[in-house]
Protein backbone atom coordinates (compact mmCIF):
# COMPACT_ATOMS: atom_id res chain seq x y z
CA UNK A 1 0.00 0.00 0.00
CA UNK A 2 2.80 2.52 0.66
CA UNK A 3 4.90 1.45 -2.70
CA UNK A 4 1.50 2.83 -4.52
CA UNK A 5 1.23 5.65 -2.24
CA UNK A 6 4.44 6.68 -2.94
CA UNK A 7 4.21 6.27 -6.57
CA UNK A 8 0.83 8.08 -6.86
CA UNK A 9 2.59 10.70 -4.65
CA UNK A 10 5.87 11.14 -6.98
CA UNK A 11 3.44 11.00 -10.23
CA UNK A 12 1.17 13.60 -9.13
CA UNK A 13 4.18 16.15 -8.72
CA UNK A 14 5.78 15.54 -11.85
CA UNK A 15 2.16 15.88 -13.19
CA UNK A 16 1.84 19.25 -12.04
CA UNK A 17 5.08 20.55 -12.93
CA UNK A 18 3.86 19.67 -16.30
CA UNK A 19 0.92 21.65 -16.50
CA UNK A 20 1.33 24.70 -18.59
CA UNK A 21 -0.63 26.32 -21.15
CA UNK A 22 -0.99 24.80 -25.08
CA UNK A 23 1.73 26.22 -26.97
CA UNK A 24 1.44 27.23 -30.45
CA UNK A 25 1.27 25.11 -33.86
CA UNK A 26 4.77 23.22 -33.89
CA UNK A 27 6.24 24.48 -30.51
CA UNK A 28 6.89 21.86 -27.99
CA UNK A 29 3.98 21.00 -25.68
CA UNK A 30 3.90 19.36 -22.49
CA UNK A 31 2.97 15.94 -22.09
CA UNK A 32 0.31 15.86 -18.95
CA UNK A 33 -0.97 12.77 -17.53
CA UNK A 34 -4.91 13.10 -15.52
CA UNK A 35 -4.93 12.22 -11.85
CA UNK A 36 -6.91 8.85 -12.73
CA UNK A 37 -4.36 7.93 -15.31
CA UNK A 38 -1.93 8.74 -13.18
CA UNK A 39 -3.38 6.26 -10.14
CA UNK A 40 -3.76 2.99 -12.60
CA UNK A 41 -0.57 3.79 -13.67
CA UNK A 42 0.61 3.69 -10.02
CA UNK A 43 -1.08 0.38 -9.56
CA UNK A 44 0.32 -1.33 -12.49
CA UNK A 45 3.81 -0.14 -11.93
CA UNK A 46 3.38 -1.47 -8.13
CA UNK A 47 2.61 -5.04 -10.04
CA UNK A 48 4.96 -4.33 -12.36
CA UNK A 49 6.78 -7.76 -14.10
CA UNK A 50 8.58 -8.73 -17.38
CA UNK A 51 5.14 -10.96 -17.89
CA UNK A 52 2.47 -8.32 -17.63
CA UNK A 53 4.90 -4.98 -19.53
CA UNK A 54 2.45 -5.50 -22.37
CA UNK A 55 -0.82 -4.82 -20.32
CA UNK A 56 1.34 -1.70 -18.56
CA UNK A 57 2.34 -0.30 -21.71
CA UNK A 58 -1.61 -0.60 -23.24
CA UNK A 59 -2.93 1.29 -20.00
CA UNK A 60 -0.05 3.82 -20.19
CA UNK A 61 -0.64 4.47 -24.17
CA UNK A 62 -3.80 3.70 -24.96
CA UNK A 63 -5.16 2.29 -28.25
CA UNK A 64 -3.58 4.05 -31.43
CA UNK A 65 -5.59 6.30 -33.44
CA UNK A 66 -5.46 3.93 -36.87
CA UNK A 67 -4.45 0.18 -36.58
CA UNK A 68 -1.41 1.11 -39.08
CA UNK A 69 0.80 -2.63 -40.14
CA UNK A 70 2.46 -1.74 -43.13
CA UNK A 71 4.98 1.45 -43.66
CA UNK A 72 7.23 1.71 -46.42
CA UNK A 73 10.31 4.45 -47.26
CA UNK A 74 10.74 4.93 -51.04
CA UNK A 75 15.05 4.52 -51.47
CA UNK A 76 17.08 5.26 -54.66
CA UNK A 77 19.80 6.10 -56.02
CA UNK A 78 21.42 9.60 -54.40
CA UNK A 79 18.81 9.78 -51.62
CA UNK A 80 19.44 11.44 -48.55
CA UNK A 81 20.71 9.26 -46.15
CA UNK A 82 19.13 11.11 -43.38
CA UNK A 83 15.82 11.86 -45.10
CA UNK A 84 15.58 7.72 -45.32
CA UNK A 85 17.09 7.06 -41.59
CA UNK A 86 15.26 9.84 -39.39
CA UNK A 87 12.08 8.36 -40.49
CA UNK A 88 12.87 4.91 -40.86
CA UNK A 89 13.82 5.15 -37.08
CA UNK A 90 11.05 6.93 -35.50
CA UNK A 91 8.37 5.23 -37.28
CA UNK A 92 9.99 2.01 -36.97
CA UNK A 93 9.26 2.14 -33.33
CA UNK A 94 5.73 1.66 -34.31
CA UNK A 95 4.29 -1.19 -32.09
CA UNK A 96 3.67 -5.01 -34.16
CA UNK A 97 4.37 -2.97 -37.63
CA UNK A 98 6.78 -4.08 -40.30
CA UNK A 99 9.11 -1.09 -42.17
CA UNK A 100 10.30 -1.56 -45.47
CA UNK A 101 12.87 0.37 -47.83
CA UNK A 102 11.39 -0.11 -51.15
CA UNK A 103 13.59 0.19 -54.22
CA UNK A 104 12.69 1.96 -57.50
CA UNK A 105 14.68 -0.48 -59.52
CA UNK A 106 16.04 -4.37 -57.84
CA UNK A 107 18.90 -4.39 -56.23
CA UNK A 108 21.06 -1.84 -53.64
CA UNK A 109 21.03 1.53 -53.99
CA UNK A 110 23.87 4.10 -53.34
CA UNK A 111 23.20 7.09 -50.93
CA UNK A 112 23.97 10.94 -51.74
CA UNK A 113 27.18 9.85 -49.14
CA UNK A 114 27.79 6.70 -51.30
CA UNK A 115 26.09 4.31 -48.45
CA UNK A 116 25.17 1.19 -49.68
CA UNK A 117 21.56 0.33 -48.90
CA UNK A 118 19.53 -3.21 -48.99
CA UNK A 119 16.21 -2.52 -50.08
CA UNK A 120 13.68 -5.23 -48.26
CA UNK A 121 11.61 -5.31 -51.69
CA UNK A 122 10.82 -2.97 -55.19
CA UNK A 123 7.71 -0.44 -55.83
CA UNK A 124 6.40 -3.40 -58.46
CA UNK A 125 5.96 -5.82 -55.54
CA UNK A 126 4.15 -3.71 -53.51
CA UNK A 127 0.40 -3.06 -53.78
CA UNK A 128 -0.81 -1.51 -50.27
CA UNK A 129 1.01 0.38 -47.80
CA UNK A 130 -0.65 2.49 -44.40
CA UNK A 131 2.06 4.72 -44.43
CA UNK A 132 4.39 6.14 -48.00
CA UNK A 133 7.15 8.10 -46.95
CA UNK A 134 9.02 9.78 -50.24
CA UNK A 135 12.50 11.21 -49.06
CA UNK A 136 14.59 13.82 -51.23
CA UNK A 137 17.89 13.89 -51.94
CA UNK A 138 19.84 15.77 -55.40
CA UNK A 139 19.96 14.42 -58.85
CA UNK A 140 18.08 10.96 -57.76
CA UNK A 141 15.38 13.08 -56.67
CA UNK A 142 14.74 15.63 -59.64
CA UNK A 143 15.15 12.26 -61.99
CA UNK A 144 11.99 10.85 -59.81
CA UNK A 145 10.09 13.75 -59.89
CA UNK A 146 10.38 13.13 -63.80
CA UNK A 147 9.42 9.37 -63.87
CA UNK A 148 6.08 8.78 -64.67
CA UNK A 149 5.76 4.99 -63.50
CA UNK A 150 7.28 5.93 -60.60
CA UNK A 151 4.33 8.33 -60.34
CA UNK A 152 2.06 6.10 -61.17
CA UNK A 153 2.70 4.14 -58.20
CA UNK A 154 2.63 6.40 -55.89
CA UNK A 155 -1.16 7.17 -57.03
CA UNK A 156 -1.91 3.55 -56.50
CA UNK A 157 -0.29 3.33 -53.35
CA UNK A 158 -1.93 6.34 -51.88
CA UNK A 159 -5.63 5.16 -52.25
CA UNK A 160 -4.75 2.61 -49.76
CA UNK A 161 -2.55 5.01 -47.49
CA UNK A 162 -3.77 6.52 -43.93
CA UNK A 163 -0.85 8.70 -43.95
CA UNK A 164 1.23 9.57 -47.41
CA UNK A 165 4.38 11.67 -46.51
CA UNK A 166 7.70 13.40 -47.99
CA UNK A 167 10.91 14.91 -46.46
CA UNK A 168 12.69 17.76 -47.96
CA UNK A 169 12.61 17.47 -51.79
CA UNK A 170 10.74 14.62 -51.69
CA UNK A 171 8.23 16.64 -51.96
CA UNK A 172 8.80 17.38 -55.34
CA UNK A 173 8.22 13.74 -56.29
CA UNK A 174 4.83 13.45 -54.53
CA UNK A 175 3.98 17.15 -55.70
CA UNK A 176 4.73 15.85 -59.33
CA UNK A 177 2.27 12.91 -59.10
CA UNK A 178 -0.69 15.88 -58.36
CA UNK A 179 -1.53 14.77 -54.82
CA UNK A 180 -0.28 17.90 -53.42
CA UNK A 181 -2.12 20.55 -55.70
CA UNK A 182 -4.55 22.94 -53.30
CA UNK A 183 -3.13 21.27 -50.11
CA UNK A 184 -0.96 23.39 -47.90
CA UNK A 185 2.85 21.80 -47.86
CA UNK A 186 6.36 22.40 -47.10
CA UNK A 187 9.52 21.21 -48.58
CA UNK A 188 13.15 22.26 -48.63
CA UNK A 189 13.88 25.87 -48.26
CA UNK A 190 16.17 25.67 -51.81
CA UNK A 191 13.91 27.90 -54.18
CA UNK A 192 10.58 26.50 -51.64
CA UNK A 193 7.60 28.78 -52.73
CA UNK A 194 8.98 28.32 -56.69
CA UNK A 195 8.52 24.20 -56.25
CA UNK A 196 5.79 23.75 -54.61
CA UNK A 197 3.84 26.40 -56.79
CA UNK A 198 4.91 24.34 -60.18
CA UNK A 199 3.02 21.75 -58.31
CA UNK A 200 0.06 23.77 -57.26
CA UNK A 201 0.23 23.44 -53.48
CA UNK A 202 0.20 26.07 -50.79
CA UNK A 203 3.55 26.93 -49.39
CA UNK A 204 3.05 26.52 -45.74
CA UNK A 205 6.48 28.07 -44.73
CA UNK A 206 6.46 25.36 -41.69
CA UNK A 207 8.97 23.34 -40.42
CA UNK A 208 6.66 20.66 -41.43
CA UNK A 209 2.56 20.45 -42.34
CA UNK A 210 -0.34 18.24 -42.55
CA UNK A 211 -2.99 18.96 -44.43
CA UNK A 212 -5.72 15.92 -44.00
CA UNK A 213 -3.60 12.87 -44.70
CA UNK A 214 -0.44 14.54 -46.19
CA UNK A 215 2.40 15.44 -44.25
CA UNK A 216 5.37 16.96 -45.50
CA UNK A 217 8.70 18.85 -44.07
CA UNK A 218 11.42 21.20 -44.68
CA UNK A 219 15.04 19.83 -45.40
CA UNK A 220 16.75 16.36 -44.08
CA UNK A 221 16.38 16.66 -40.18
CA UNK A 222 12.62 18.17 -40.52
CA UNK A 223 11.63 14.79 -41.73
CA UNK A 224 12.39 13.18 -38.07
CA UNK A 225 9.89 16.23 -36.51
CA UNK A 226 7.49 15.25 -39.16
CA UNK A 227 7.44 11.87 -38.02
CA UNK A 228 7.47 12.03 -34.46
CA UNK A 229 4.04 14.73 -35.25
CA UNK A 230 2.98 11.47 -37.34
CA UNK A 231 3.22 9.04 -34.10
CA UNK A 232 2.08 11.73 -32.12
CA UNK A 233 -1.00 11.61 -34.34
CA UNK A 234 -1.02 7.71 -33.99
CA UNK A 235 -0.31 6.57 -30.21
CA UNK A 236 -0.37 10.16 -28.55
CA UNK A 237 1.77 12.44 -26.73
CA UNK A 238 3.58 10.20 -23.85
CA UNK A 239 4.13 7.56 -26.67
CA UNK A 240 6.07 10.19 -29.08
CA UNK A 241 8.23 11.16 -25.59
CA UNK A 242 8.83 7.64 -25.37
CA UNK A 243 10.39 7.33 -28.48
CA UNK A 244 12.19 10.91 -28.49
CA UNK A 245 13.59 9.92 -24.68
CA UNK A 246 15.04 6.71 -26.90
CA UNK A 247 16.48 8.79 -29.17
CA UNK A 248 17.80 11.71 -26.42
CA UNK A 249 16.31 13.83 -29.17
CA UNK A 250 16.73 17.65 -27.90
CA UNK A 251 18.65 19.31 -30.24
CA UNK A 252 21.62 22.33 -29.31
CA UNK A 253 23.16 22.92 -32.03
CA UNK A 254 26.52 25.02 -31.49
CA UNK A 255 25.95 27.54 -33.60
CA UNK A 256 22.76 29.40 -34.84
CA UNK A 257 21.58 28.51 -38.70
CA UNK A 258 19.84 25.78 -40.33
CA UNK A 259 17.04 28.23 -41.89
CA UNK A 260 17.94 30.93 -44.18
CA UNK A 261 16.56 33.52 -41.91
CA UNK A 262 19.14 32.03 -39.47
CA UNK A 263 21.86 31.86 -41.90
CA UNK A 264 25.00 34.54 -43.00
CA UNK A 265 23.51 36.57 -46.27
CA UNK A 266 26.74 35.46 -47.79
CA UNK A 267 26.76 31.47 -46.82
CA UNK A 268 22.85 31.50 -47.96
CA UNK A 269 23.95 33.07 -51.12
CA UNK A 270 27.12 30.26 -51.78
CA UNK A 271 24.57 27.38 -50.96
CA UNK A 272 22.23 28.61 -53.07
CA UNK A 273 24.55 29.31 -56.11
CA UNK A 274 25.96 25.72 -55.48
CA UNK A 275 22.44 24.11 -55.86
CA UNK A 276 21.72 25.92 -58.60
CA UNK A 277 24.73 24.90 -60.52
CA UNK A 278 23.34 21.49 -60.17
CA UNK A 279 19.40 21.47 -60.41
CA UNK A 280 19.22 24.01 -63.37
CA UNK A 281 20.68 21.78 -66.27
CA UNK A 282 19.32 18.71 -65.02
CA UNK A 283 16.05 19.94 -64.98
CA UNK A 284 16.17 22.01 -68.36
CA UNK A 285 17.47 18.45 -69.59
CA UNK A 286 14.59 16.45 -68.15
CA UNK A 287 12.18 19.32 -69.41
CA UNK A 288 13.45 18.99 -73.11
CA UNK A 289 13.34 15.17 -73.03
CA UNK A 290 9.63 15.49 -71.54
CA UNK A 291 8.71 17.34 -74.59
Same mark, same amino acid.
Given at each position: ????????????????? +???????????????????????????????????? /?????????????????????????? +???? /???????????????????????? +??????? /??????? /??????????????????????????????????? #????????????????? %?????????????????????? %????????? +???????????????????????????????? =????????????? =????????????????????????????????? #?????????
Amino acid at each position: MNKIFSVILLISLLSAC +NKSNPSSEHQPQKVVMSDEDSLKLAKEIANFSPDNH /VNTMELFFGKPKFDIKTIGILVYDGV +NDLD /VMGPRYVLGQAMGVKTKLISIKPG +NIKTVMG /VEIVPNT /VIDSVSQLDILIIPGGFTGTIEAAYDKGLHDWIRR #IDKTTTYTGAVCTGVWV %LGATGLLENKRASTNWYREEEF %LKKYKAIPA +NERYTQDGKYWTSAGVTAGMDMSLAIMKDIYG =DKYAQGIMLDMEY =DPHPPIEGGTPENTNWSVNWMMKAMYDGGVNPL #IEKLEKEKK
